[in-house]
């Protein structure tokens, strides 16, 4: 059984992730700024795709601050939301118009605010 603390951890991390999506979409450069961890990295593989794309915090703030990625809504279907210590852990799914993404976002509890850390995606286009 949930303890308060794990429903008010999970409400929050998913008002959270929501939040973020929807300014990544914006292409809201310093709202993610401050959303994403120091540590942050990703890893992309796109269907058909020879190899798989990575990114550091800075490459993707780049991206978004360029137009190469956001700037599109998206549909966001959580499928799954679990706490393990400091860590949050969503799997989820999205889709725009032009592509689909499915993949894993790991957040890590900083200061009482959900940092994104890492993100392992398959995203196909559509």
Do not use: C
């Not at 799997?91 to 894993?104: A, I, P, T």
């Amino acid at each position: 059984m949930e303890t308060i603390e794990e429903k008010d951890l999970k409400s929050s991390l998913e008002s959270d992730f929501l939040s973020l999506m929807g300014q990544i979409d914006k292409q809201n450069v310093s709202y993610v700024e401050e959303a994403l961890h120091k540590d942050y990295h990703d890893s992309v593989w796109i269907k058909g795709a020879s190899g798989v794309f990575s990114s550091t915090k800075d490459d993707y703030l780049g991206y978004l601050s360029k137009g190469k990625i956001g700037g599109m809504d998206r549909k966001v279907e959580i499928r799954n939301l679990e706490i393990l210590d400091q860590f949050g852990i969503i799997r989820s799914k999205l889709e725009s118009n032009v592509m689909k993404f499915d993949g894993g976002f790991t957040f890590f509890l900083e200061n009482n605010q959900w940092k994104l850390i890492k993100v392992v995606m398959v995203a196909e286009k559509k």
